[in-house]
DNA sequence: AGCACGCCGACT
DNA sequence: GTCGGCGTGCTC
């Protein structure tokens, strides 16, 4: 790969550049340079220069020598890629069927860890000399530096109480030099034994058992822990592993989860924060984070899912927690799942991964009852508070009268629960005021015009809003039609019509939305989350973003407004996401004060569903939903490819029917779900189309749509692909 | 004519 | 992913 030869030919590399490019392309290295598989270079391509990073295999020799370019810069400070990550980006480039160097380029994606940082320069006495004039500024600074210590300057000066030009004036004298202070570590060493927990008898099982996987290799474990139950102090033992063996450790969380509060637990266990890495990182943190991990100086890092790529020294353990999170899936760029692929990291380095979560995806638990993962049950809350009671209420007898959306049982449930100084949540996961508007006298329903979804109401701004591509315009005040006045009609709940009925009957309460599109932006909702906390509010009506995140100590009882949406989608998997939604939800009440009470309304008691969920049976919802996936052939069954068409046209059947047959003629191992199914609604965001193919699980579904997508457009142009598939059974 | 936009191929 | 080249269609 490297010939030094006899007659002083130019040496040639593979260098893989994080663009688009199908392969590695081929590289003159400059004279008397020493490169090796995994250097991190910068090379030009086309009219730029990008980075990349020296590619095993060997370079082509069949490329036109006139048309191969020098590496323009090696850095050699910036330690090379290691052999499993370059094995572990061929692997996710494989597997996703994205080109190599997009992978690539989630590794290489902080610009600033391969320069040096700049010094930082600090002052320091220069011993025994004094300024020509004392000053009482002068005094004081010269007080804190007499035992010789530097100082950063802006930090002397604030010490010293004076301005930093009296800094300047003491240095123009020589009073004071300057020196070089030592870096910045990104993150101090956490200690394993900083504050042992005391775990209870069902905890120390689990982490005696996770502690244990290290002496195996490779080992995944599935921790199955009811919300309280203490499934982060259980890992966090399994961390403390890691660190005693002298490797680093890795914690993957959903982006919303990234909280101060965790953050904090951490450091209680383990002394200091860890490194963290996710996309609200500045730049320059971002690179000491980089090079921290790289050179092993950062022990533990917390991140979102790219921080899977960040270039360990000595990777040790990667705990996903809230596993079932479908934020561990990028649809952009390269897809692929942060939780599937955290699995493969692991394989390739031969450590023990660990995924915890109150309500695994199907998958997982598919995975471990085949003994494919290890699985762990914490099934009772730690503080001893029991779970919430849970019931339906049905719609068809025991619903509220027309044009009234909550039940009298529940209402009444909401009451004494205010009498009791407890705090009651509504769940309705739909924003806005109502989810169609109607015109009562010609008919005419408000579209949305760039993708025909319904437009929803928004009463507080006054706007009609699609969800989809978020377009919005002013609410009319006659119908566009047939201009007549007052006859729109808002049709179905939103949270803000059922905040509105809230009011109405229950006054003496004070309520409260939870609802991603209030304005004010992240930093009223963190304010208003802290209200709720601390039990400024009543009854809290909200959508999904209450099911994660903060605790509410005060909450008694939940009402689902509407348990059925959701179980009616298109999507495949809408009955694991709604029983996964609606048990975070229901498992808000009564967390602390115990005895809570959950409410269902439902037109559909008998739903499984809904019925495990009432009967605290977790088992029941995954041995129907495991029966119902083995009949259908869906993920883990079967393998699930979505192909995503976008173009600039407008959304027409007969346009996607076109280019679905130019590109992917059915075939009789595949199922292909077509814009006339409900699959197409399940993502028909503006110019954008989906279709599902499912494959069963010996059909080789890759090489079909490598095939496919070779004879039809690029990949990198208006058609993606999107694998749901585990990796399981390809490692 | 001047340009904005979309499409397409090339990039070693 | 990003650039440059080229065709189309619209405006000052």
Redesign the pocket.
């Known amino acids: 790969m490297f010939p030094t030869s006899e007659n002083q030919r130019e040496t040639i590399v593979s260098v893989l550049v ?4 199908p392969m590695a ?4 290295v400059p004279a008397g340079l020493h490169v090796e598989p995994g250097t991190i270079v910068q ?6 220069q990008v980075l990349g990073a020296v590619w095993d295999g060997e370079p ?1 020799a069949a ?1 036109n020598p006139k ?3 020098t590496i323009t810069r090696v850095f050699e400070q910036a330690r090379p890629l290691q052999p499993d990550l370059r094995r572990f980006v061929e692997w996710v480039a494989n597997w996703t069927l994205a080109p190599p160097g ?1 992978v690539l ?1 989630m590794v290489l994606r902080s610009e600033e860890a391969l320069e040096d940082e700049p010094p930082i320069t600090g002052v320091r006495w220069a011993e025994g000399r004094q300024p020509d004039r004392q000053t009482p500024a002068r005094k004081k600074v010269l007080a804190l530096v007499e035992d010789g210590m530097a100082w950063p300057k802006s930090g002397l000066a604030q010490a010293a109480g004076v301005s930093v030009s009296v800094i300047d004036g003491l240095l123009q004298q020589d009073v004071l030099q300057q020196v070089q202070l030592p870096a910045v570590p990104p993150a101090a060493k956490p200690d394993p034994n900083f504050a042992k927990v005391q775990l209870t008898l069902t905890q120390k099982e689990v982490s005696d058992g996770l502690r244990a996987a290290f002496d195996k290799g490779t080992s995944v474990s599935l921790i199955d822990g009811v919300t309280g139950s203490g499934k982060t102090e259980v890992y966090f033992e399994a961390i403390a592993e890691a660190l005693e063996r002298g490797k680093q450790a890795l914690i993957l969380l959903p982006e919303i989860a990234l909280t101060a509060q965790f953050l904090r637990r951490f450091e209680q266990r383990f002394g200091t924060l860890p490194a963290e890495w996710h996309s609200e990182i500045t730049p320059k943190k971002r690179g000491r984070v980089w090079r921290g991990v790289a050179s092993g100086d950062v022990r533990v890092v917390i991140g979102a899912r790219s921080a899977l790529f960040l270039p360990f020294d000595d990777l040790g353990l990667i705990i996903v927690d809230e596993e079932h999170d479908a934020a561990f899936k990028q649809d ?2 390269v897809p692929y799942s942060a939780r599937d692929m955290a699995v493969v990291r692991g394989h390739i380095s031969r450590f023990p991964v660990i995924l915890a979560s109150a309500t695994p995806s199907v998958e997982s638990r598919v995975n471990a009852e085949y003994g494919r993962y290890a699985r762990y049950l914490l099934p009772e809350r730690a503080s001893g508070a029991e779970m919430p009671q849970i019931r339906a209420i049905d719609m068809r007898r025991e619903g509220p009268e027309r044009g009234r959306w909550l039940a009298p049982g529940l209402l009444e449930a909401m009451k004494t629960a205010l009498a009791d100084g407890a705090q009651s949540l509504l769940f309705l996961n739909r924003r806005g005021y109502a989810p169609l508007t109607l015109c009562r006298t010609c008919g005419h329903r408000f579209q949305c015009r760039h993708c025909s979804a319904w437009l929803v109401e928004h009463r507080f701004q006054g706007r009609l809003v699609c969800h989809h591509c978020g377009h919005f315009e002013k609410m009319p005040e006659t119908c566009p039609t047939c201009s007549s006045t007052q006859s729109l009609v808002a049709c179905g709940p939103g949270v803000e019509r059922i905040a509105e009925e809230v009011q109405s009957l229950i006054p003496e309460a004070r309520t409260l939305i939870l609802s991603s599109d209030l304005p004010g932006g992240a930093e009223r909702m963190k304010r208003e989350m802290k209200l709720v906390e601390e039990g400024e509010a009543d009854i809290v009506i909200g959508t999904q973003l209450v099911a994660k995140g903060h605790n509410f100590p005060k909450m008694r009882l939940v009402g689902v407004v509407d348990a059925d949406l959701g179980l009616a989608h298109g999507d495949p998997r809408a009955s694991e996401k709604t029983f996964q939604l609606l048990a975070q939800v229901t498992g808000r009440a009564g967390r602390v004060t115990g005895g809570g009470l959950g409410f269902l309304q439902t037109y559909a008691p008998e739903h499984p569903v809904l019925k495990a969920l009432m009967d605290q049976d977790q088992d029941a919802f995954y041995k129907a939903e495991i029966e119902a996936r083995q009949v259908a052939g869906l993920p883990p069954f079967g393998r699930m490819a979505a192909l995503i068409i976008s ?3 407008k959304p027409s059947a007969e346009g996607f029917a076109r280019a679905l047959a130019r590109v992917a003629p059915p075939d009789r191992a595949v199922t292909v779900l077509g814009p006339a199914e409900a699959a197409l609604a399940m993502v028909r965001g503006r110019h954008r189309y989906r279709l599902l193919l499912i494959a069963p699980r010996q059909f080789d579904l890759q090489a079909y749509l490598r095939h496919w997508l070779d004879v039809g ?2 990949p ?3 058609l993606r692909v999107q694998l749901d598939i585990d990796p399981q059974h390809f490692l």
């Open positions: 994080p663009v688009a490019v392309y081929t590289y003159k090379v030009p391509l086309g009219p730029r082509d490329i048309k191969l370019k997009m380029r952009d760029r173009g600039p046209d457009p690029k990198n142009r208006g």
